[in-house]
């Protein structure tokens, strides 16, 4: 069974910057589309970018040019660069294959307030 462990989530100013990561197990992740979504309170989990296996990479408007998505198949893991961080990122974090396993990590938080 597939498992994620997303991190690098945390608590930071309108404009500042994190790098998340998530690493998978339990699957041959270098064949999969993966994907980062977000969950902000009282939202639906959303995608908002995804990495082919060869490295094409697809974002929702609200953040390109901010973000970017980045994968090391060797460690098994998809991280995400956010720049220019906004208050309406704020949210939990969580990654998945596409097609979307059923199995979810626990996420991790980002916060972005002054």
């Known amino acids: 069974q597939v498992q994620f462990v997303e991190s690098g989530g945390g608590l930071v100013q309108p404009g500042g910057s994190l790098r998340l990561s998530c690493a998978a197990s339990?699957?041959?992740?270098?064949?999969?589309?993966m994907d980062w979504y977000r969950q902000a309170p009282g939202k639906q989990r959303l995608v908002v970018a995804g990495?082919?296996?060869?490295?094409?990479?697809n974002y929702v408007d609200s953040v390109k040019g901010r973000f970017t998505i980045f994968r090391d198949n060797a460690k098994n893991t998809v991280y995400l660069q956010m720049n220019s961080l906004k208050p309406e990122d704020t949210a939990v974090y969580y990654c998945?294959?596409?097609?979307?396993?059923?199995?979810w990590g626990q996420g991790t938080q980002v916060t972005v307030s002054s």
């Open positions: 339990g699957t041959i992740f270098s064949i999969y589309t």
């Open positions: 998945n294959t596409r097609p979307r396993s059923e199995s």
């Open positions: 990495i082919s296996s060869g490295g094409i990479t």
